[in-house]
């Protein structure tokens, strides 16, 4: 199968330059983040059972969903990618006892998980390490993982088939891997692929250092090619669009205590400006956040026994 097109302009992204890209927005001091995200430092789509919960809420049970897709259990060894501030690693560490691990291009989120783990007296449960995704595969031994997630990575990974085949050769043979992350409509991203560039996508990766979102179709192309089937999917775009209002309600609310201290006054209006143009496009389906739970596709071996229903999924 033929690879996605790849715009000219993302081509000679690199190893290097991703890591440069990443550690210019996710190596903020932590406490500019805490100021804006919910106590467990959860930096992606929340999920609101009620519109009236407040983010602690919608965080916690985002946390317990993305937990019950995977089924964990607490023999489980979990690959967290783009691990962030560790919430779902602390999760099911402390809800299912399963060992976590994170991989993660910023520095700050590395140390902020490994300090925290080591406060908590979980070392040996909860780590994080600086490593790419695209050399994971070679980092850690073939089938050593029981889970793999990604939440909120996708979206600065250009090579996709690459990291999901890294994926598949870690994941063991019944493991469950759940992508969750934000995609944009064909119509689009075809337009992106031909070279018409839109003020949202230079704000995107002025912000980000790599800004793009792929379609949902070449997201599931790319776990296809890469040896995985789709087991469910869950369009959870407006959960989104309610977490960043909560995120820009907090960040208006403690401006006085964020701009020109924590961050600089023009960070913090680039993050003002940034939630504010999510909110729109959410609103206009310009952007579309995804959660697909996907196996390995082990054709003519016996498939994994599965669940006969969504019951375990439902909060």
Known sequence: MAKTKVAPRYQEKTIEADKIAISSHYDLPPEFFSTFLGPRMAYSCAYFTDEGNDLAQAEADKLKLT????????????????CGWGSFLFYAAEKYGCRTLGITLAQEQAKFVNDKAAELGISNQVEAELVHVYEMAERFQPKSFDKIVT????????????TFSNANKLLKDDGLFLVHGMTRPWKSRAEELAGDRRE?????????????WKSLWEVIQAL???????LDHENITYHYQLTVRRWLEN????????AGKIISDEKYREFMAFMASYIVSFELSGTICNQIL??????GSLRPRGLMTRDHMMI
């Open 294 to 299: 996907a196996q390995k596709h082990n054709l």
């Open 200 to 212: 949202t996508d230079d704000l995107l990766e002025k912000h980000f250092g790599v800004g793009h």
């Open 151 to 162: 939440v909120g990575a996708i979206e600065h990974i250009e090579d996709l088939n690459l």
């Open 224 to 230: 296809e090619y890469s040896g995985f089937e789709v």
């Open 251 to 258: 960040l208006e609310k403690n401006e006085s205590s964020i």
């Open 67 to 82: 937990a019950q897709k995977l089924r964990l259990k607490s023999e489980d060894r979990l690959l967290d990618l783009g």
